[in-house]
């Protein structure tokens, strides 16, 4: 009983460890691009301001959290891009299931708008 209320409190209290995946392509380009490296700094620099809230972990199995993300470039001349966010727990609950669309009314880059709604989703107070 013990070791569970230690559990609740450290998923409650503690920062969740997030496993993050990134991949990019432009539109007639048959390759993915891995870059996940982009992802984990976009996150990096918002933990750098707000530590406490998630860490980034490399490995997969100890993550309370694995996010996904998939950015396509270059849609048409309306859509410059597209992306979606998947957003699990450890155990496969999904928690968020989402789509992006950037175009000339859009504030944010197509590869920045799913890391800000993970952010935003993980670290809400």
Known sequence: MALASVYLYREAHGPKRVFVSYLEKYEGDERDTNNTVFAEERLGWRISENKGCIVLT???K???YLVSISVIRGIN??????ASLSITKR?????LADSFYQDLKSAEDIGQQP???TWELLCQK
């Open 62 to 64: 100890k993550a309370d």
């Open 91 to 95: 155990n496969g609950d999904v928690v």
């Open 115 to 117: 890391i800000t709604r």
């Open 77 to 82: 001349s309306q859509i410059f891009g597209q």
């Open 58 to 60: 490399h490995d997969r």
